[in-house]
Nanobody, 126 residues
């Protein structure tokens, strides 16, 4: 069974940092694109960042560019999201995502991703 499990969420003050981790199991994800979405209470899912499998190219939402860094360790079948200079509006459930289908796609579209983790909560206090 293919699974994604996030960890590393928690409570942090504004300006602080958190590092989220996502461990994949059930298959090898070294060639699969992976990414992060977040969903705040009462809001729709929002794209945060993505990283391709083959070249490791990275993509970021404008709201996190320069503060968040996505990375992956294919040997550990894992990806990470380093979040710095956190703002209260970053408070949300953060979901790890993976795409097993091939072909071009829009990383910011939730429907592009076919595997979702249950999420880890991040709360940024002001």
């Amino acid at each position: 069974q293919v699974q994604l499990v996030e960890s590393g969420g928690g409570l942090v003050q504004a300006g602080g940092s958190l590092r989220l981790s996502c461990e994949a199991s059930g298959r090898t994800f070294s060639t699969a694109a992976m990414g992060w979405f977040r969903q705040a209470p009462g809001q729709e899912r929002e794209f945060v960042s993505a990283i391709t499998g083959s070249r490791g190219s990275t993509f970021y939402a404008d709201s996190v560019k320069g503060r968040f860094t996505i990375s992956r360790d294919n040997a550990k079948n894992s990806e990470y999201l380093q979040m710095n200079s956190l703002k209260p509006e970053a408070t949300a459930i953060y979901h790890c995502v993976a795409r097993t289908r091939t072909g071009s796609f829009s990383s910011s579209t939730p429907g592009s991703w076919d595997i979702w983790g249950p999420g880890t909560p991040v709360t940024v206090s002001s």
